[in-house]
T-cell receptor, first 114, second 112 residues
Framework: GESVGLHLPTLSVQEGDNSIINCAYS??????FIWYKQESGKGPQFIID?????DKRQGQRVTVLLNKTVKHLSLQIAATQPGDSAVYFC?????????????FGKGTLLTVNP | NAGVTQTPKFQVLKTGQSMTLQCAQD?????MYWYRQDPGMGLRLIYY???????DKGEVPNGYNVSRLNKREFSLRLESAAPSQTSVYFC???????????FGSGTRLTVV
């Protein structure tokens, strides 16, 4: 079965609010995690990544938090904008070297209300 | 523009027909992947190629074959299409673990 999953399938927020999207993973051997954004009719786009030796990483308006103790990953989006409306996927990598391949969660639909 | 190019963008097949989905990347990436995306199922790995000359099965390989034609191109073939293969297919490439994947824009396939 899938080892990556999401707590919330949908999230609706007001423009300007902060958004938090959660993801649980079950494989303690996972060493690399990525968040992707997918807009309707497009392929997934890389947002931010984090390695297992870190617990926090910040980008522009986005922060990823990793809690290895409870196998939990979250994506925080600050000052959410209508353009942030999309499906967000977390992905994990277990294999290393030439076996690098990602397992994706089912996704969370984020809707930003003006 | 640099990236991953998939053709065709849309395709309708009859049950039992065959077709090949094409994928090419111009980023000199070593690894390439084929995923399918179904509603409520997320992205599932069909096949991948860690480097030119190698291919391996992913989570859902049945009914598919792949060819890593050269470093740039990785094709996915359906020999005898079935309605269960109706899906959106994404090709992706990567060069190293710390860079994530770059995805193509997808092929929407309907098998009737």
């Amino acid at each position: 079965g899938e080892s990556v999953g999401l707590h919330l399938p949908t999230l609706s927020v007001q423009e300007g609010d902060n958004s938090i999207i959660n993801c649980a993973y079950s494989n303690s051997a996972s060493d690399y995690f990525i968040w992707y954004k997918q807009e309707s009719g497009k392929g997934p786009q890389f947002i931010i990544d984090i390695r297992s030796n870190m617990d926090k990483r910040q980008g522009q308006r986005v922060t990823v938090l990793l809690n290895k103790t409870v196998k939990h990953l979250s994506l925080q989006i600050a000052a959410t904008q209508p353009g942030d409306s999309a499906v967000y996927f977390c992905a994990e990598n277990i294999g290393g070297g030439s076996n690098y391949k990602l397992t994706f969660g089912k996704g969370t639909l984020l809707t930003v209300n003006p | 523009n640099a990236g991953v190019t998939q053709t065709p963008k849309f395709q309708v097949l009859k049950t039992g027909q065959s077709m090949t989905l094409q994928c090419a990347q111009d980023m000199n990436h070593n690894s390439m992947y084929w995923y399918r995306q179904d509603p409520g199922m997320g992205l599932r790995l069909i096949y991948y190629s860690a480097s030119e000359g190698t291919t391996d099965k992913g989570e859902v390989p049945n009914g598919y074959n792949v060819s890593r034609l050269n470093k740039r191109e990785f094709s996915l073939r359906l020999e005898s299409a079935a309605p269960s293969q109706t899906s959106v297919y994404f090709c992706a490439s990567s060069n190293r673990q710390a860079s994530g994947y770059t995805f193509g824009s997808g092929t929407r396939l309907t098998v009737v």
